[in-house]
């Protein structure tokens, strides 16, 4: 058997997440069934977002699950692929409005993005 840093999930886990705790397991299947029930989105808009979020958590189990749910609801492979460079976009653009904090503690130092590089004029 191949050592994994994600093992797969097996009846002896699931069984042991069950007894150490069961009825917060009870009400987390209930919460994610609510979560994942049509509603003003319906069950398969959910699943792609699921998709999309899962990339951005980068929880494999996750992205392997709701990939999985999301085909079963309905989804194209083309709008699970959107699904996940829209979670891309969202992680680039994070990274990109966060500069906004080094540069403002470069402004805050008196130190212009350029004089950071060596640049002078």
Same mark, same amino acid.
């Given at each position: 058997?191949?050592?994994?840093?994600?093992?797969?999930?097996?009846?002896?886990?699931?069984?042991?997440?069950?007894?150490?705790?069961?009825?917060?397991?009870?009400?987390?299947?209930?919460?994610? @069934?609510?979560?994942? =029930?049509? !509603? &003003?989105?319906?069950?398969? +808009?959910?699943? /792609?977002?699921?998709?999309?979020?899962?990339?951005?958590?980068?929880?494999?189990?996750?992205?392997?699950?709701?990939?999985?749910?999301?085909?079963?609801?309905?989804?194209?492979?083309?709008?699970?692929?959107?699904?996940?460079?829209?979670? @891309?976009?969202?992680? =680039?653009? !994070? &990274?990109?409005?966060?500069? +906004?904090?080094? /540069?403002?503690?470069?402004?805050?130092?008196?130190?212009?993005?350029?004089?950071?590089?060596?640049?002078?004029?």
């Amino acid at each position: 058997m191949e050592n994994s840093m994600y093992p797969q999930s097996s009846p002896d886990i699931a069984r042991q997440r069950r007894e150490l705790a069961p009825e917060t397991l009870a009400a987390f299947r209930a919460f994610s @069934a609510s979560v994942f =029930a049509d !509603g &003003a989105l319906p069950a398969r +808009t959910k699943q /792609l977002i699921a998709v999309a979020v899962a990339h951005v958590t980068q929880c494999p189990y996750c992205i392997r699950g709701h990939t999985k749910e999301a085909l079963k609801a309905g989804a194209s492979e083309k709008e699970i692929m959107e699904a996940i460079w829209v979670a @891309a976009e969202m992680r =680039a653009g !994070g &990274a990109y409005a966060h500069s +906004t904090l080094a /540069l403002d503690v470069m402004r805050q130092e008196g130190l212009s993005p350029e004089a950071q590089h060596g640049e002078h004029h």
